[in-house]
């Protein structure tokens, strides 16, 4: 149970005396913590219902039936004998003390609200006390702090002001303490000064700084410094103010100069001899210390150019022998550009690596090994590579050709582009292994520049100068198949394979091209030069294969000149003998076959000349084209030199396809004369079925044309191909046309004649020529004159007027073109 309330809460006690006599039910602390109104209510009632617990336990173990209340609980034996009894009593005898119980806990509650409320309102009196206190205290506090703060800059801004003040004091004394050294050294330095300046020559009467060896580099730095003063004073004094006493000091300080300048000598050239001998022993310190003195004379060049000088690789004579012995060979030997690329690989590797092993003693020696290595390499390529270079490269001179035999022009170029391209690796080589400041590539370039400024002229003259020993050995090889072949020619022309077109020689001078085309790329860096280079390279190419097919192509036409030659020489009168007749006929059919030998070798000739240029243009524009973009104008000026240049070929071309032509029609007109006979066309009315094949001589010219032709279908492409077939047909077409004038029809021959035309018309349809096919279909409608009747003419030409002119000649050949009259009815047919 709780304690009694205080006296605070007397007043309220008063009104109910009753319940104030009683122990305090609830408590303040009884709120704290974890509340649970469920626990707080059963604390109040658990003292109360003790039996109602116990009851309604037992109900929950099962006892029920009548004696069971409605809200659950069990009733009382007491209870139900009174109710058996009819007396009236309470049901729930503990209401009034649970009724008081809640009514007490009430009071008790908002007693303690009040309580409550009260400490809250002195706890808020209390904070804001203590937040007053508080502010006041932070006021204070930032108050001091800002004091603090400016404290703390006068502090800062004094500890400034003292630094200054000795940062100033250090700086002068540190000024004071440098002029007292400068003042102590100018003081030994006039001291050494009246030494050097006592009387020329005098190197005797000298401290002892200037003879002990172990202050050498004290001496040398001394004697400097005197020998500066010295030569400006006089190179001072001596040009602005020419006075008496300026002069006499000037000469006294000449004296001096003249002093230095003995013992600069003399202790450089100790100083040298110490060092070679320290060279010779490997003592690499000994030369350090030696080439550190030393680098105070002229910034150290004589020791640097003595130490390179010194080197085997330029003071050994036997090692310029060996270099040209492993370049060239031996003596006499005939020198090729791969030996002299396998002589210069190891030739330059052996050079890479003696400079590689003299940079590490360069660099563990010498102060400044960069300007070591830059004499050193610019040495190698002056004296080494250009003794090598100036015996391989022997420039040949362009008004006598060396002989191809020995090589001719080509050697030296592909000698020069060997060598070239190698120094350029031994020059990247040397980059590699460190040269300094020293332009290394162009010193390469410049041991090339006497032959790259003669280049483009060598490498045309050697372009044509392999152009006239392959022409002249083509001359020779034709010469000798000739020789071989006389008194089997028969009186006709075969012209032999050497005279022929070669693809594989206009390749061979591609080749020659391509290869000078590599060597302007490597000999022009800048594109301006390399495609004018490359342009008249090109352009040698071009010169070479128009001669070269434009001559093959003639040679060609000769064979077709002598054939035609042949046939005209055979041609024979009316009245001659049977047996001169015979022995013409003979002399005719070789005239014929070297007719057709010569047609088809031109064929070949005018195949192996378009094949030769297609390769040419291929060869432009794969290599050519894009090396002369660079510079306006280039490729279009190519272009146009390789159209003319192909000029001469395309006449020689045309003129010889007509020739061609020529002796096909001359073929053809023979074989109609001997093989067409009158009774082809006029065949007897014999009363037997006419003769449907074609005659002998449409049959004679067929197979002619069929096989002398079928090589101008290979050989020929594109619209020359088709310009010469529309040619030959027309020239076919007008040929036909004249024979067929020469003879008289009758019905069955006109027959005759259309299954000629047929034939003819379906061997051209091969040609692919519309209007040459148009042609020979006239032919044919006006091969039906012959057929018809008489008064049957005039319907022959209602659709097709415009071969009336050519109609009218073949119907005065009709066989009963006079007893028919036909000249009067065409006359009236004509008019209307």
């Not at 009548?66 to 005898?93: C, E, M, T, W, Y």
């Not at 040298?272 to 350090?288: G, N, P, V």
């Not at 008249?536 to 040679?555: H, K, N, P």
């Amino acid at each position: 149970m709780k304690e009694s309330r205080d006296g605070s809460k007397g007043d309220k006690i008063s009104k109910s005396s009753s319940v104030s006599s009683l122990p305090l039910i609830l408590d303040i602390d009884d709120f704290k913590g974890d509340f649970s109104f469920d626990a707080l209510f059963g604390n109040l009632v658990n003292e109360l219902l003790p039996s109602f617990q116990e009851e309604d336990t037992d109900s929950s173990e099962g006892i029920g039936g009548n004696d069971g209340l409605p809200n659950g609980h069990s009733r009382a034996a007491s209870d139900v004998a009174k109710a058996s009894q009819g007396i009236s009593s309470p049901l729930f005898p503990e209401v009034d003390s649970l009724l008081s119980l809640f009514k007490d806990s009430c009071r008790e509650l908002i007693d303690l609200r009040q309580q409550v409320d009260a400490k809250l309102l002195n706890l808020k009196k209390e904070v804001s006390v203590q937040d007053s206190k508080h502010r006041k205290t932070l006021s204070e506090l930032e108050k001091g702090v800002d004091g603090l703060f400016d404290s703390f800059a006068r502090l800062d801004s004094r500890i400034s002001s003292v630094g200054q003040t000795a940062a100033k004091i250090g700086d002068h004394l540190q000024s004071a303490d440098s002029q007292r050294e400068t003042a102590s050294q100018t003081i030994e330095l006039i001291k050494y000064m009246m030494e050097f300046n006592s009387s020329p020559g005098d190197l005797i009467e000298l401290s002892p700084l200037f003879s002990d060896d172990s202050r050498v580099a004290e001496a040398a730095s001394v004697a400097q410094k005197l020998r500066a003063f010295a030569e400006e004073d006089i190179g001072r004094h001596g040009i602005t103010v020419p006075s008496m006493g300026n002069a006499t000091a000037s000469r006294g300080l000449e004296v001096a100069v003249a002093n230095l300048q003995d013992y600069c000598n003399e202790l450089e050239n100790r100083l040298l001899s110490r060092f070679d001998a320290a060279s010779q022993r490997r003592e690499l310190s000994t030369m350090a210390e030696c080439a550190k003195i030393l680098s105070q004379f002229n910034r150290g060049t004589s020791a640097m150019n003595h130490y390179v000088r010194t080197r085997p690789m330029f003071m050994d004579v036997e090692v310029m022998n060996a270099d040209t012995r492993l370049v060239l060979g031996d003596q006499g030997s005939q020198v090729s550009p791969s030996n002299v690329a396998r002589g210069l690989s190891s030739l330059y590797k052996e050079i890479t690596d003696t400079v590689r092993k003299e940079a590490a003693t360069i660099m563990a020696v010498f102060p400044s090994p960069n300007d070591v290595m830059a004499i050193l390499v610019q040495r190698v390529l002056e004296e080494r590579v250009t003794a090598l270079l100036d015996k391989l490269l022997v420039k040949p001179s362009l008004v006598n050709l060396p002989p191809v035999n020995q090589g001719g022009l080509l050697l030296y170029l592909r000698i020069l582009a060997v060598a070239y391209e190698k120094t350029q690796e031994l020059a990247r080589d040397l980059r590699a292994v460190g040269c300094g400041d020293l332009d290394v590539e162009g010193l390469t370039e410049s041991l090339f520049l006497a032959h790259k400024d003669e280049y483009p002229e060598h490498e045309q003259a050697s372009l044509r100068q392999l152009f006239q020993a392959k022409m002249e050995e083509l001359r020779a090889e034709s010469q000798t198949e000739s020789s071989g072949t006389i008194g089997r020619s028969k009186g006709a022309s075969m012209p032999s394979s050497q005279q022929q077109i070669s693809v594989t020689v206009v390749t061979e001078f591609v080749r020659w091209n391509e290869e000078a085309i590599s060597r302007c790329t490597l000999f022009s860096s800048q594109p301006a030069t390399l495609a004018a280079n490359v342009k008249a390279v090109f352009t040698c190419l071009l010169d070479q294969v128009s001669q070269y097919i434009t001559e093959g192509l003639e040679r060609a036409r000769d064979s077709l000149n002598e054939a035609a030659a042949l046939r005209e020489r055979f041609v024979l009168g009316t009245s001659v003998s049977r047996r001169v007749a015979a022995a013409a006929a003979s002399a005719a059919e070789a005239a014929a076959a070297a007719g057709e030998s010569s047609f088809r070798s031109f064929m070949v000739a005018v195949q192996r000349c378009a094949s030769s240029v297609a390769i040419v243009q291929q060869y432009f524009t794969n290599s050519i084209s894009r090396l002369l973009l660079p510079v306006d104008g280039a490729h279009a000026a190519s272009c146009e030199e390789m159209a003319t240049a192909m000029s001469s070929a395309e006449g020689a071309a045309y003129k010889g396809l007509q020739q061609c032509i020529e002796t096909v029609m001359a073929e053809v007109e023979r074989l109609l004369s001997a093989e067409q006979k009158a009774t082809d066309y006029r065949s007897p009315d014999d009363g037997m079925a006419p003769d449907h094949r074609p005659t002998t001589a449409c049959t004679r010219v067929v197979a002619y044309l069929s096989r002398v032709l079928e090589v101008s279908f290979t050989a020929l492409e594109g619209l020359n191909k088709q310009a010469f077939l529309t040619e030959l047909g027309n020239r076919l077409h007008k040929g036909l046309l004249s024979h067929w004038l020469k003879f008289t029809f009758n019905p069955s021959g006109g027959l005759r004649l259309k299954r000629d035309i047929t034939e003819y018309g379906e061997y051209v349809r091969s040609f692919n020529a519309p209007s040459v096919d148009e042609k020979f279909e006239l032919l044919g409608i006006m091969a039906n004159v012959f057929i018809v009747a008489p008064e049957s003419l005039a319907t022959l030409f209602e659709g097709t007027p415009s071969i009336r002119k050519d109609a009218q000649r073949f119907i005065q050949l009709r066989e009963d073109y006079k007893s028919a009259k036909l000249a009067s009815r065409l006359s009236s047919l004509w008019q209307s």
